[in-house]
């Protein structure tokens, strides 16, 4: 059955200017953007927004996971997500 | 022989065979023609001499020997401490820096000059060992000197691609793009990479904007403040002054500007910008990248909160949130007045 709703994506990032622009091309693609400022807030977004189908992640962020975890987290346990 | 004028020697064989030396002389005095002789065996004669250089010979046959057996053994001591220099020489040369000779300079010359060879083998392997450990910084600095550039970058890139998208005309794009820039510059080439002081970069923000003016009181602590929060909030100054400059306190020449922050033991940060003598203030006159910045994306910097209010004395901002980097204990406890410009 095809998607009605818009794909939900989260824009992990710490910098908040590299983030803002982020932001602004997943809305200028036709996305609905979520934000997170690091990894550990990521999955909290994740765990209360099932609507999210796309991370979309920074690398190298302060916090207990870098981007790459967070990557592997993500895969474990929302397979769906890409 | 019978003529002969002058005395002499001869050696001669005799009628019975025998080898002998006979010495003559001529009679000095008549009857002349007479000369006396006598001889003697020359193996009598020589038996004694050759006896002697029998014994000498074998005297220096005997002393060679002895010579001989005396440096062997002499060698035989002298050897192992040299073989164990020029194996652990060569054992160092083929890359086992631990091998070391372990002889006693108290022993004996060759054990000194391998005491001497540990000692140099020693030093050599603490250079080695420092010129390691200097290159790994190195390598770490560079390292981290590319990374920052790179994200340095990044930022520059996005602060201009979002000043491109938001801001209403090219010439305050423009403003705020070469702000932005002098700030990263200012965290590239600021002596410590990792922190600065809040005073330093409220000051250095608002320079160029109120320089010579005692319009505008900053006071606060000094505090240190993380990088990337210091180009978050001089690109927030900056933003503030532009504003009142065109449109607020600055705008008019009994305006003033006071700018307060206080830091919290746990590092909480609150910064306030207060203006008042300005024109009447309406809300909605500053949209677009403005707001963007101050509202949304510099209060992120500081993982809190920040707004826009349109008090009746005049515009105030106020900055809530954290500052990063406790490392050092950072509140002084002297409030520092300064004044800016």
Known sequence: ?82 | LVNAEKEGVHEVVSQDGTVRIIGFSPAKSPPTGLYISTGLSKDEAFAAINRQTYVGAISIGLGICLALVAAWLAGGLIRPPLDRIASVISDWRSGGGRARTGLDSEKGDVEAVGAALDDLLDELARRAEATVYAERQRDLLMHELAHRMKNTLAIVQSIVSQTMKHSSDMDSAAERISSALSSAQDILTETSWSAADVVHVVESALHPHVDGSERVKALGPHAEISAQQALGLSLALHELATNAIKYGALSVPDGRIDIEWLVGSDRTFRFEWRESGGPAVVPGDRKGFGSRLTERIVPSYFGGQAGVHFDPTGLRYLLEGVLEHANNSAVSPATKLTNVG
Do not use: H, Q, Y
């Not at chain 1, 979309?56 to 474990?76: E, H, N």
């Open chain 1, 1 to 82: 059955m095809p998607r009605t709703t818009p794909i939900v994506v989260l824009v992990v990032e710490d910098e908040p200017f590299v983030r803002m622009d982020a932001v602004d091309i997943v809305e200028e693609a036709g996305f609905i953007a979520a934000e997170a400022t690091n990894a550990d807030e990521a999955m909290r977004i994740l765990e209360t927004n099932p609507d999210i189908r796309i991370v979309f992640t920074d690398i190298d962020m302060p916090g207990s996971m870098d981007g790459i975890k967070l990557a592997f987290a993500v895969c474990d346990r929302w397979p769906p997500s890409s």
